[in-house]
């Protein structure tokens, strides 16, 4: 028969060499990252920064044909020419659904459209006397809050 240990008695006596030599991990100092703290900031502009969209739409255009109505057969004149012209603008189409229109040609045509929105603002703002400059998402307002940290800078010599 072996006499093996059992994995209880000797994964004890196996870390006791490395727990002892924990104690000279931990001679190093530690230095804290940074010191942190909140103030306010006054901003002096916050300019937006926009995002130019374009867009192309197909939209049916038509051309009237040359035919006079019977009824538009006079020349309007003064007063009645601008009713008549402000009447021809509001009145809806008298064409009905299914009728076919032989003094209209009509075609798709495409129609660009470009529209501009606001992703960031450009905002300029004072701490402790110093200017700086910062893209956020928003406009912060009058006042700003900012994070002030302060960390050492230690030499590189003197860490060991």
Request: aromatic share 6%; proline share 9%; net charge positive.
């Given at each position: 028969?072996?006499?093996f240990l059992p994995a209880?008695?000797?994964l004890?006596l196996?870390?006791?060499?490395?727990?002892a030599?924990?104690?000279?991990?931990a001679?190093h100092?530690?230095?804290?990252?940074e010191?942190?703290r909140?103030?306010?900031?006054?901003v002096l502009?916050a300019?937006?920064?926009?995002?130019?969209?374009?867009?192309?739409?197909m939209v049916e255009?038509?051309?009237?044909?040359?035919m006079v109505?019977?009824?538009?057969?006079e020349?309007?004149r003064g007063?009645?020419?601008?009713?008549?012209?402000?009447?021809?603008v509001?009145?809806?189409s008298?064409?009905?659904?299914g009728?076919d229109e032989?003094?209209a040609d009509?075609?798709?045509?495409?129609?660009?459209?470009?529209?501009?929105?606001?992703?960031?603002?450009d905002?300029d703002?004072v701490?402790?006397?110093v200017?700086?400059?910062?893209r956020?998402?928003a406009d912060?307002g009058n006042?700003?809050?900012?994070?002030?940290a302060v960390?050492p800078v230690?030499?590189?010599?003197?860490q060991?």
């Amino acid at each position: 028969m072996h006499s093996f240990l059992p994995a209880k008695r000797w994964l004890p006596l196996l870390m006791a060499p490395l727990l002892a030599a924990a104690p000279a991990w931990a001679q190093h100092t530690v230095i804290q990252a940074e010191n942190v703290r909140y103030e306010y900031a006054q901003v002096l502009r916050a300019e937006p920064v926009y995002q130019t969209l374009r867009a192309t739409g197909m939209v049916e255009r038509c051309e009237q044909s040359s035919m006079v109505s019977p009824d538009e057969g006079e020349e309007r004149r003064g007063l009645s020419r601008v009713v008549g012209a402000g009447r021809d603008v509001l009145t809806p189409s008298r064409r009905e659904p299914g009728t076919d229109e032989g003094d209209a040609d009509c075609r798709m045509v495409p129609v660009e459209r470009e529209f501009r929105r606001p992703i960031a603002y450009d905002v300029d703002y004072v701490v402790r006397g110093v200017k700086y400059r910062s893209r956020l998402p928003a406009d912060p307002g009058n006042r700003l809050r900012v994070k002030v940290a302060v960390t050492p800078v230690v030499p590189s010599g003197a860490q060991d």
